[in-house]
């Protein structure tokens, strides 16, 4: 939890990059949740930004495809096969940068903070970045290195990925994990490696002194900014956020372009 009188070093990992998810918002959700932080950087890693590709051209695009095709219904169908086998490939890269990443996260701590600066210092990770973070503290724990505390936001990691255990020995406060059952892009994280994500939830009670789990309200998508209004959330921080944009099911229609569609086809 936020002590209103720190003054932390907040490092922000994001996941993979998505034109539909800027990391800007990300930032600029932290500088509300955190005013008095000493500093806010945005950790870039190599994989992050995939082909930034904006997931609202591609499905918009993709329908007006598949209705122009003899029989919609299959030209929706491989629209879909598609959508999720671009994805599925751009978690599997990604994955594959997560280890090299985590150490040289874990090198830069070390060799570059002050042991003070260190216990002053929150990762705070979305997605593949709470994977990175897991896998930093892990390291950092094998050096007796240790920082302040770690909030991990929908993290794709094995839920009982060894790691997590080392993880929670190199923070001097809880590591804090929101979690959602329903995080669509988690499931396809399960896809892709057989294991539930740690973002869906523990299957170990692990010490609550160490280790908190926070479940956050149903929501469909993966969104950096809806998990960090959320922690907002636990933390009884005001924002100034409009977060309707983020009510995946409210928006549907407008964001796959359906009224047009039906105008086109009438």
Same mark, same amino acid.
């Given at each position: 939890?936020? =002590? ?6 907040? !490092? +922000? ?31 870039? !890693? ?5 082909n ?16 122009? =095709?003899?029989?919609p219904?299959?030209?929706?169908? =491989?629209?879909?096969l598609?959508?999720?086998s671009?994805?599925?490939?751009? !978690? ?8 090299? &990443?985590?150490?040289?996260l874990a ?50 990691? @094995? *839920?009982? *990925?060894?790691?997590i ?20 892009a ?16 523990? @299957?170990?009670? +692990? ?6 789990? +926070? +479940?956050? &309200? ?9 998990y ?6 636990? *933390?009884?921080?005001?924002? =100034? ?8 099911? @409210?928006?549907?229609?407008?964001f ?11």
């Amino acid at each position: 939890m936020i =002590d209103k009188n720190d003054s932390p070093i907040i !490092w +922000y990992i994001p996941g993979l990059y998505s034109a539909d998810d800027p990391q800007e918002k990300a930032v600029q959700l932290l500088q509300t949740i955190y005013p008095n932080a000493k500093e806010i950087a945005n950790v870039v !890693w190599e994989c992050q930004n995939g082909n930034n590709i904006s997931l609202d051209t591609v499905v918009s695009s993709g329908v007006e495809n598949a209705f122009n =095709d003899s029989n919609p219904l299959i030209g929706l169908l =491989d629209l879909a096969l598609g959508t999720v086998s671009s994805i599925t490939q751009r !978690w599997i890269n990604a994955l594959d940068d997560v280890e090299p &990443t985590a150490q040289r996260l874990a090198k830069k701590i070390a060799n570059d903070l002050s042991s003070s600066q260190r216990q002053n210092l929150i990762l705070i990770g979305h997605s593949l970045g709470g994977n990175i973070i897991v896998r930093a503290l892990a390291h950092l724990n094998c050096q007796n290195l240790s920082i302040k505390s770690a909030v991990l936001l929908g993290a794709a990691i @094995e *839920n009982m *990925n060894r790691n997590i255990l080392l993880a929670m020995e190199a923070t001097q406060k809880p590591i804090c994990s929101m979690v959602n059952p329903d995080d669509t892009a988690l499931k396809v994280f399960q896809t892709v490696t057989g294991c539930r994500a740690l973002g869906t939830g523990c @299957e170990l009670n +692990y010490d609550h002194s160490k280790f908190v789990e +926070y +479940y956050t &309200t149903t929501y469909l998508g993966h969104s950096s900014a809806f998990y960090l209004s959320q922690w907002a959330d636990v *933390n009884n921080v005001k924002k =100034d956020f409009d977060e309707s944009p983020l009510r995946l099911l @409210e928006n549907v229609a407008g964001f796959l372009g359906i009224d047009k569609l039906i105008e086109k086809n009438e």
